[in-house]
């Protein structure tokens, strides 16, 4: 009898396991790169997308990605572009990232928290 309650324990965890893995794992997911400016000459680049209700910050950022995102919002200033459209894969982490703007005297001041994901995969789309 311990035998089995001990099975069926084992296959609970595991099932519960592969549901929460499945849920911090994104394939192929549409978004777009969004850019907050938190101080002079300081930006944190902040993902969105449609199958997560919050902010995402990506902890692995590639360089050219950041450019291409960069050169993105400046062309688009003052008009109604809500990001740099990417497709990214990644794993979502447990921690998360404070995301700040910049005061009337230019310090960052906390806003909000992204968790944070490490991405396997971005490209614009």
């Known amino acids: 009898m311990k035998l089995i309650v001990g ?9 519960c396991r592969s549901l929460i893995e499945a849920d911090t794992v994104l394939t192929n997911t549409e978004g777009t790169l969004g850019i907050v ?3 002079r000459g300081c ?3 902040v993902l969105s997308t449609t199958t997560i209700n919050k902010p995402i910050f990506p902890v692995n950022l590639d360089k050219t990605v950041q450019q291409a995102a960069y050169e993105y919002y400046i062309r688009n200033q003052g ?4 990001g740099f459209p990417v497709v990214f894969s990644g794993i979502l982490q447990e921690d998360s990232t404070t995301i700040s ?3 009337p005297n230019d310090v960052p001041i906390p806003q909000f928290k992204a968790r944070n994901i490490e991405l396997t995969l971005m490209r614009q789309r």
Do not use: E
Request: aromatic content about 18%.
């Open 7 to 15: 099975l069926i324990f084992a296959l609970f965890l595991v099932n």
């Open 79 to 82: 008009k109604m572009a809500s």
């Open 43 to 45: 930006y944190q680049y």
């Open 101 to 103: 703007t910049p005061a």
């Open 37 to 39: 400016v938190c101080s």
